[in-house]
């Protein structure tokens, strides 16, 4: 199963994508470098990547690789680039190497050229085939820079051979890069934190604490109980906790503690592969200034927090948090979930109350699965349209015979039969340019 499309407010989050294909067109377009942290690289897909990665570095591009020292898969893939000339290295320290990310042309004079790309994938056929994951690609210089920091402290160098002496990993690291940014023309608030200088778990628990309608987990793994106490704190308070957990035994798992308030489920990897996730929506469902998405390479697990090599960004933006919902929405239900999710529909995204006054509109019954009655105030006599939408926007039906001999109530049937399930939007208009808008949900 791929993503819920029809809980899509401003637009469907991608699904089915192959990460191995998109990580090599970034590594395609780079010009001048390309800055590679990986747990694990391996199989006909790590093969690929190191084949695109070698391709870059023999036509100049100053490309420097770091894989996890912790992870015998990814011996050969860092052996044969190193073979090619490429400077690659396996992490030092005691503890995991686990990020999971590309910078594109950090330094470049063209800012819109830098991007940087990060995810829950380790590039191996089963992280792409078989398992579910989440990348982000962001481009903008100041983030990819805050990436760039860290990638050179643990290089030892801004650029060059790989310096063992300075290099710092796990616990040795320091807070070099900037943790708020403000990204593109609606200034979108991101925060950026590496473990384990930036004690993420502080991060996370306070942005779990803003949640005021509700929290949605997907989740490979959680045995951090300080974290499961701030979510039951906004739990008595009224906000819903839901989740998919991929691994739900073994020292200090919070499975069955959590399953005693949350509305949370087990993801089978017999059942359904995987779920390599590592994110927490807060306010998603409803929407608004207060939606955002806490996703990374971070396990909510002690050795992410204290020891290991880990990113983690939280993203203020009501529409990456609707696409994150979209994918949470589908591997919820595919778990077993029952909630029926009602998103928000911006109105004015379809052209309708931009001019006139607001009428009062209702559909009944509602959910429903052939036919329905629309139900509406007219306030004037005339012509009356009706149009229904589907969330992407497109219309699916026009009533545009519709009329109104005389104010008052109205009563319009209509037949669904041939829609899919899922949220639509209708929008009701009268010739004296009065607008209102409801959403009906079909069943199927």
């Keep these: 199963r791929g993503v819920a ?102 330094n470049h004079s063209d ?12 590039v191996t056929d089963h992280g792409t085939y078989h398992q579910h994951q989440n990348m982000v690609a962001v481009q903008d210089v100041a983030l990819a820079r805050g990436y760039w920091h860290e ?34 023309d609606e200034e979108t608030r991101v925060e950026l934190y590496f473990s384990p200088q930036a004690n993420t778990e502080a991060q996370i628990n306070r942005t779990l604490s803003s949640a005021e309608e509700s929290i949605d987990l997907g989740l490979n793994i959680i045995t951090r109980r300080p974290v499961s106490n701030t979510m039951l704190s906004r739990f008595n308070q009224g906000v819903p906790v839901r989740g998919v957990i991929g691994t739900i035994t073994g020292v200090g798992n919070e499975w069955d503690y959590l399953s005693t308030w949350a509305d949370v489920h087990h993801f089978s990897q017999d059942d359904f ?42 993203i203020h933006c009501e529409r990456v948090a609707n696409e ?57 006599g005339g012509r009356v349209e009706i149009t229904v939408y589907d969330m992407m926007g497109r219309t699916v039906a026009v009533l545009t015979d519709e009329v109104a001999d005389v104010p008052g109530k109205q009563n319009v049937a209509f037949d669904a039969s ?5 949220l639509y939007l209708y929008v009701v208009r009268l010739c004296d340019g009065n607008t209102g808008a409801g959403i009906m949900s079909v069943m199927k």
């Design 418 to 422: 041939g829609l899919k399930g899922g």
């Design 324 to 380: 994150y919902f979209q994918e949470f929405a589908a591997r919820y239900w595919q778990a077993g979930g029952e909630d029926l999710f009602e998103v928000p529909v911006y109105v004015d995204d379809f052209g309708a109350g931009r001019t006139g006054g607001q009428l009062s509109v209702r559909n009944y019954p509602n959910p429903f699965t052939t036919s329905t009655t629309l139900e509406f105030i007219a306030t004037s």
């Design 111 to 122: 800012p819109s050229k830098t991007w940087i790309i990060t995810s829950s994938w380790n």
């Design 273 to 314: 592969g995987l779920l390599h996730h590592k994110y927490a929506i807060v306010d998603g469902e409803k929407g608004g200034v207060n939606a955002k998405v806490i996703t990374g390479s971070h396990n909510w697990s002690a050795n992410a927090n204290f020891r290991n090599d880990e990113n983690t960004l939280i």
């Design 151 to 184: 990638f050179n402290q643990m290089w030892g160098a801004s650029s060059g051979s790989f310096h063992p002496a300075e290099a710092l990993f796990g616990e040795n690291k320091k807070v070099v890069n900037p943790s708020v940014f403000w990204i593109g």
């Design 5 to 106: 499309h029809e809980l899509a407010t401003y637009r469907e989050a991608e699904e089915y994508v192959h990460f191995g294909t998109k990580l090599r067109g970034f590594i395609q377009q780079a010009e001048e470098s390309l800055d590679f942290a990986i747990y694990n690289i391996s199989g006909n897909v790590g093969e690929n990547i190191a084949d695109e990665i070698i391709q870059a570095h023999e036509r100049g591009v100053d490309v420097r690789v770091i894989v996890s020292g912790h992870t015998s898969y990814a011996n050969h893939q860092m052996k044969r680039m190193a073979d090619a000339g490429v400077p690659s290295v396996e992490s030092l320290g005691g503890e995991q190497m686990h990020n999971k990310f590309l910078v594109v042309d950090a």
